[in-house]
């Protein structure tokens, strides 16, 4: 008789379920995590062992109310026979409640590699759980803040399973225009995202469709995906975002509080900036306006570099040149590495401006005193220890913007690759080329010397973005050429 509540409970909370599981449903796998039935399961099997527990117990007291043995026993007999009772309800109690928590501690923690859009909306999407409980795991002081690209973030009693589907932020049209792009049901959209009725306005509040095989990201409006080029960075890298847009737009990108040089072609979208030895690492945000957009921000890592440190002694020529002539000198090249324009001149990967050489005799971020003096400055370029006259070539092709002798600098040629992107090589006994040639790869641009602000023949190789020096090396080694022309949707020539 005390049982029966409980089976109909139990039914009734199957019933659901299955319904919740039918193939066909929007919430059917494809959109609604496997171990979900488990906790239906939990859930069933904590109702009804308490109310089993209850039933026991009720019916445990009515024996001791009604059966006629307790009565007829003395009150020795009476007691051993009420503690048996006793330890037998506490058992079952035990038994009824063990089993979820334990089912409940098994679950694994996950430790997720946060990716750009990655946002706490869209990973409680992901992973099934409710945003403040991966908040609260993550806890930071900054509650605005979203997770930091390049870093790990806990995902606490994770199923192991992952929900697939979209994140949108839109303003016009609604859950119903959405639901008829993506041919669902606008009132199954409006309870899966738990709006009150599907027609109230989302003024950019973030939707979840229950489509595609992608993990749910949450992007910046208008754009369909988001690279970047390196996560996490470190200071002195040529950097790069690549994206997919649903129309063409206006976009003002920054990181921290540089400008990012931006393109947008054909429904993609190229940045591209640098960040100086100097830069300080942390955690800096990455914000993208959109034109008549929301703005989109999320902080991207920057973890600390390696240096090294260099002691030079100047004398003669060079001890003399004083801290105005390298001043005016660095303002006039600046008005020119300043400039972007809007195509990639390069249609290959980047390679050395020189073949032959004795040694790499310094590294690009290298810290340097001068005669004695505080490290408060850096080589802002790569050495390379030659014999007088031997061959230097351009890295790529490119444009000639500058080809003379400088004060500093000595015989420079400077090349402009476009997306604001030059390389210059300095110190040049000759100078082969002029301004405004166009130039390929490997093509002779000069030779090594030891004019200006030099203490013997070697090459000065420099790239720079957007008026920054970068890691010419780490360019190389990074393939970032390539990469950019690939998200450009540009063919890059490899030999």
Request: hydrophobic letters at 40%; proline letters at 6%; a negative charge.
């Amino acid at each position: 008789m005390h049982q029966q509540p409980a089976v109909n409970f139990l039914a009734a909370d199957l019933s659901l379920c299955q319904w919740i599981r039918k193939p066909g449903s929007t919430y059917s796998k494809s959109s609604f995590p496997a171990t979900s039935m488990t906790h239906c399961v939990i859930s069933f099997t904590i109702t009804w062992r308490i109310m089993s527990v209850k039933t026991t117990i009720t019916g445990a007291f009515d024996i001791l109310l009604t059966a006629e043995a307790p009565l007829m026993m003395n009150k020795y007999q009476r007691a051993g026979y009420l503690f048996r009772i006793s330890i037998r309800l506490l058992w079952l109690v035990f038994l009824a409640l063990i089993n979820p928590v334990v089912a409940q501690e098994e679950l694994p923690i996950i430790n997720h590699i946060v990716q750009p859009g990655d946002t706490w909306p869209a990973l409680a999407w992901r992973f099934g759980m409710d945003e403040s409980d991966i908040r609260s795991a993550n806890f930071h002081i900054n509650a605005q803040r979203q997770p930091v690209i390049g870093s790990g973030v806990i995902i606490p009693n994770s199923t192991g399973v992952e929900r697939t589907g979209k994140m949108l932020n839109v303003n016009n049209g609604g859950l119903l225009q959405q639901a008829i792009i993506h041919n669902s049901n606008v009132w199954l959209l409006s309870l899966l995202n738990d709006h009150s009725h599907p027609y109230r306005p989302l003024l950019y509040r973030p939707i979840f469709i229950p489509v595609g095989q992608d993990p749910p990201r949450q992007y910046p409006e208008g754009f369909s995906s988001l690279e970047l080029s390196s996560i996490p960075s470190q200071p002195g890298q040529g950097l790069a975002i690549r994206a997919q847009l649903k129309e063409e737009l206006v976009i003002k990108t920054s990181y921290f509080h540089l400008p990012v040089n931006t393109f947008v072609k054909d429904h993609r979208l190229i940045g591209i900036f640098g960040t100086g030895a100097f830069f300080k690492e942390g955690d800096h945000e990455l914000s993208i306006l959109p034109e008549n957009g929301p703005l989109w921000s999320q902080p991207w890592r920057m973890v600390p570099g390696e240096w090294t440190f260099e002691d030079i002694t100047l004398t003669g020529e060079a001890a003399a040149i004083d801290a105005e002539s390298i001043k005016l000198e660095r303002e006039r090249l600046a008005a020119i590495w300043n400039q972007a324009q809007g195509l990639p001149l390069w249609n290959s990967p980047f390679q050395q401006p020189i073949e032959e050489y004795l040694s790499n005799s310094s590294d690009y971020g290298a810290r340097r005193s001068y005669n004695g003096g505080p490290y408060q400055s850096y080589h802002e370029g790569v050495d390379f220890s030659a014999y007088g006259g031997t061959p230097v070539y351009s890295p790529a092709e490119g444009t000639i913007v500058l080809a003379e002798r400088l004060f500093v600098r000595g015989g420079a040629v400077l090349i402009d690759h476009g997306f604001g992107i030059f390389s210059g090589v300095y110190h040049l006994s000759e100078v082969l080329v002029q301004p405004g040639q166009d130039v390929d790869k490997g093509e002779m641009v000069g030779k090594v010397g030891s004019t200006g602000l030099s203490t013997g023949n070697h090459l000065h190789w420099d790239m720079l973005i957007g008026g920054t020096w970068i890691d010419a090396e780490e360019w190389l080694v990074s393939n970032l050429a390539c990469w950019i022309l690939d998200g450009w949707d540009q063919p890059c020539l490899v030999e």
